[in-house]
């Protein structure tokens, strides 16, 4: 069910993919712990109006990003009471978490090849520092056209 639609667009001055993703990202990352059922996770994008949650083990790193996306397809295919099973089960395997000293091209070519629409940014002890959408991409591309 995931999905992000791109066309390559040429940034001739290269100076819009080589920003760090620190520079574009959401402060702070809204997180939820692994072991929390899928229906208090539901609640908690709800309450913040948010539609990404960065999930962290007991250590507090980042083990992956669940998207209403995903507990949508859980929900769908999953019999009996999905929404009790853990955020921890509903994450790919892949998980969408990239280091900080990524600038916004690797990052948006790491969404691109795994088919998210959203990545926690980790530091170099796998803690969030923030999170990193589609839309903040789009976002950033809207706010400095000339730069295309």
Known sequence: MK???????????????????????RRPAPTVSSRLPLQQALVTMNRLGVRHLVAV???????????????????????PSPLQQTVLSTLDIRP???????VVAHAAKFMIDAG??????????GHPVGLLTGADLISLLCAEPAQL
Not at 3 to 25: E, I
């Open 57 to 79: 083990d007991d250590q507090g790193r980042c083990v992956g990003v669940l998207s209403d996306r995903a507990v949508a397809a859980r929900w769908a295919f999953t019999s």
């Open 3 to 25: 999905a992000l639609y791109a066309t390559r667009v040429p940034d001739t001055t290269g100076r819009l993919s080589r920003r760090r993703v620190t520079d574009v990202m």
């Open 116 to 125: 998210v629409d959203a990545v926690a940014v980790a530091d170099p002890e």
């Open 96 to 102: 969408a978490v990239i280091p900080s000293s990524w």
